[in-house]
């Protein structure tokens, strides 16, 4: 081993020297480590990039394929043309081959657009882009024909967006082409079903107004046959008629005769209700005038026994070849001043009676008037009541009872007519009139009236005292 004192001055002068440059050399792989981890770090980063662009690639192809996809298949063909006169086509889809037509045939020029254009729309298509040109707008709508290779018309929408360069100028037309055939023609068949709805509804109307002028007619007819006022206010000055045809004419009926020591009260209830109800009711009003003023009877249960069988043999009822089956329900009062005597027979339908102690429900027989199934001899019954002052007398259709209403809809009722009658039983007629048809139309709330109304209440305190 060489001691430092045996180190001559030049071999420690070498020996520095090497000393440093081991250091360069350290220092200088120190770099070169770091050159080369940043360097690995870039090309890291770099694949990195070159996957991610890669994959984006793939991304933008596929989304393209699919947007091919969906507008091959769709109703609507793309398109830019050229803005000149000419307009020639520099792009098209792929399903205008659904015109029969390949792109290649539009964008070499073999055939231009405006040559598939229906020629009765040419015109009217040219002059609106013109138009369209001339206004200045950018965006537009037509509607026209175009006629298909196989020689087929077909309705297109053509939507157009105006592409202008950087100083404005018009450059491109491009928008879509909408396959509108079946949209057309089916609104074009409905219009004229429309049309035709519309011609037979004026038909429907006129002929309806024809009808309502008859009925209007009739009803002034019918009204006509009810009794006259004066005989009423004179014979029963205390008294209300409520007489409410459903339709403008109805069913329902009521007479009233003056007789030897008397006075004579009919209402009748035909089968049905306005025309059918009206013709009946004109033969029952008919009919009873004659049987009491030319027959001369004037007992409510013979009236009614005549009636019975004057409707079977008027409408041949009482043979088996009778197409109909038409009758009424009639109630028969015969008020006698002398004798202060009310006489009441009924035919399917009641009379009321109130004085100071109840009010009471009369019935009459279960015997209808002139159905196939009446008896034509049929006997009916006569029921008598001595006239008390403060008595009052009631007379109705089922019209009023057989109402649908209130909360349960269910029919008005006997009952609760009864119950009403003993409220307001004593007030004068007219304030009863106007109760019964306010508690009417109360009950019968937003349904629809049921049948023809007739009520008829009257009293005798003036005429028989």
Same mark, same amino acid.
């Given at each position: 081993?060489?001691?430092?004192?045996?180190? %001559?001055?030049?071999?420690?002068?070498?020996?520095?020297?090497?000393?440093?440059?081991?250091?360069?050399?350290?220092?200088?792989?120190?770099?070169?480590?770091? @050159? &080369?981890?940043?360097?690995?770090? +870039? &090309?890291? #980063?770099?694949?990195?990039?070159?996957?991610?662009?890669?994959?984006?690639?793939?991304? /933008?192809?596929?989304?393209?394929?699919?947007?091919?996809?969906?507008?091959?298949?769709?109703?609507?063909?793309?398109?830019?043309?050229?803005?000149?006169?000419?307009?020639?086509?520099?792009? /098209? %889809?792929?399903?205008?081959?659904?015109?029969?037509?390949?792109?290649?045939?539009?964008?070499?020029?073999?055939?231009?657009?405006?040559?598939?254009?229906?020629?009765?729309?040419?015109?009217?298509?040219?002059?609106? /882009?013109?138009?369209?040109?001339?206004?200045?707008?950018?965006?537009?709508?037509?509607?026209?024909?175009?006629?298909?290779?196989?020689?087929?018309?077909?309705?297109?929408?053509?939507?157009?967006?105006?592409?202008?360069?950087?100083?404005?100028?018009?450059?491109?037309?491009?928008?879509?082409?909408?396959?509108?055939?079946?949209?057309?023609?089916?609104?074009?068949?409905?219009? !004229?079903?429309?049309?035709?709805?519309? %011609?037979?509804?004026?038909?429907?109307?006129?002929?309806?107004? #024809?009808?309502?002028?008859?009925?209007?007619?009739?009803?002034?007819?019918?009204?006509?046959?009810?009794?006259?006022?004066?005989?009423?206010?004179?014979?029963?000055?205390?008294?209300?008629?409520?007489?409410?045809?459903?339709?403008?004419?109805?069913?329902?009926?009521?007479?009233?005769?003056?007789?030897?020591?008397?006075?004579?009260?009919?209402?009748?209830?035909?089968?049905?209700?306005? /025309?059918?109800?009206?013709?009946?009711?004109?033969?029952?009003?008919?009919?009873?005038?004659?049987?009491?003023?030319?027959?001369? $009877?004037?007992?409510?249960?013979?009236?009614?026994?005549?009636?019975? @069988?004057? !409707? #079977?043999?008027?409408?041949?009822?009482?043979?088996?070849?009778?197409?109909?089956?038409?009758?009424?329900? @009639?109630?028969?009062?015969?008020?006698? &001043?002398?004798?202060?005597?009310?006489?009441?027979?009924?035919?399917?339908?009641?009379?009321?009676?109130?004085?100071?102690?109840?009010?009471?429900?009369?019935?009459?027989?279960?015997?209808?008037?002139? &159905?196939?199934?009446?008896?034509?001899?049929?006997?009916?019954?006569? $029921?008598?009541?001595?006239?008390?002052?403060?008595?009052?007398?009631?007379?109705?259709?089922?019209?009023?009872?057989?109402?649908?209403?209130?909360? #349960?809809?269910?029919?008005?009722?006997? +009952?609760?007519?009864?119950?009403?009658?003993?409220?307001?039983?004593?007030?004068?007629?007219?304030?009863? +009139?106007?109760?019964?048809?306010?508690?009417?139309?109360?009950?019968?709330?937003?349904?629809? !009236?049921?049948?023809?109304?007739?009520?008829?209440?009257?009293?005798?305190?003036?005429?028989?005292?």
């Amino acid at each position: 081993m060489t001691s430092i004192e045996t180190i %001559s001055p030049e071999e420690l002068a070498h020996l520095k020297e090497q000393a440093a440059e081991a250091e360069r050399l350290r220092s200088e792989l120190e770099l070169m480590k770091s @050159a &080369y981890s940043e360097i690995e770090t +870039k &090309y890291e #980063k770099c694949k990195e990039t070159l996957r991610e662009q890669k994959t984006e690639k793939f991304s /933008v192809q596929e989304k393209l394929d699919l947007a091919s996809v969906i507008i091959d298949n769709s109703p609507v063909v793309l398109f830019r043309r050229e803005a000149g006169e000419e307009a020639r086509l520099v792009y /098209v %889809s792929e399903n205008v081959k659904k015109f029969g037509y390949t792109v290649d045939e539009f964008l070499n020029g073999t055939i231009t657009y405006r040559e598939i254009v229906h020629p009765d729309d040419m015109q009217e298509m040219v002059e609106g /882009v013109r138009k369209n040109n001339f206004e200045g707008s950018d965006e537009y709508t037509q509607v026209y024909r175009i006629i298909t290779k196989s020689g087929d018309i077909r309705w297109i929408e053509d939507q157009t967006s105006v592409i202008r360069d950087e100083n404005g100028k018009r450059v491109f037309h491009q928008g879509i082409l909408y396959d509108t055939t079946e949209t057309t023609l089916a609104r074009d068949a409905l219009q !004229v079903s429309l049309n035709r709805i519309e %011609s037979e509804k004026r038909k429907a109307d006129a002929l309806n107004t #024809k009808l309502l002028t008859s009925i209007r007619y009739a009803q002034m007819i019918q009204h006509s046959i009810l009794p006259d006022s004066n005989l009423v206010k004179n014979c029963l000055p205390e008294s209300f008629f409520i007489w409410n045809p459903r339709d403008i004419v109805g069913g329902d009926i009521f007479y009233i005769d003056a007789v030897d020591d008397g006075l004579i009260v009919c209402l009748m209830d035909c089968t049905g209700h306005g /025309v059918p109800g009206a013709f009946m009711s004109m033969i029952a009003s008919s009919l009873i005038r004659r049987i009491i003023r030319e027959e001369d $009877k004037q007992a409510p249960e013979d009236i009614l026994a005549h009636l019975n @069988a004057a !409707v #079977k043999t008027t409408l041949r009822q009482d043979t088996q070849e009778a197409l109909s089956d038409d009758g009424l329900d @009639a109630a028969v009062c015969r008020i006698r &001043y002398s004798k202060r005597v009310l006489e009441f027979a009924g035919a399917g339908m009641p009379l009321i009676l109130k004085d100071d102690r109840n009010v009471r429900l009369i019935k009459g027989d279960r015997q209808s008037i002139g &159905y196939k199934r009446s008896r034509i001899d049929y006997e009916y019954t006569r $029921k008598w009541f001595s006239i008390e002052n403060g008595m009052r007398f009631y007379m109705f259709s089922d019209g009023y009872t057989d109402q649908l209403g209130g909360q #349960k809809c269910v029919m008005f009722g006997k +009952k609760r007519l009864l119950q009403l009658l003993s409220d307001i039983g004593k007030q004068p007629f007219d304030l009863q +009139k106007k109760e019964l048809l306010r508690a009417f139309d109360d009950y019968r709330g937003e349904n629809e !009236v049921q049948d023809d109304v007739t009520f008829i209440g009257f009293g005798m305190d003036g005429i028989c005292s």
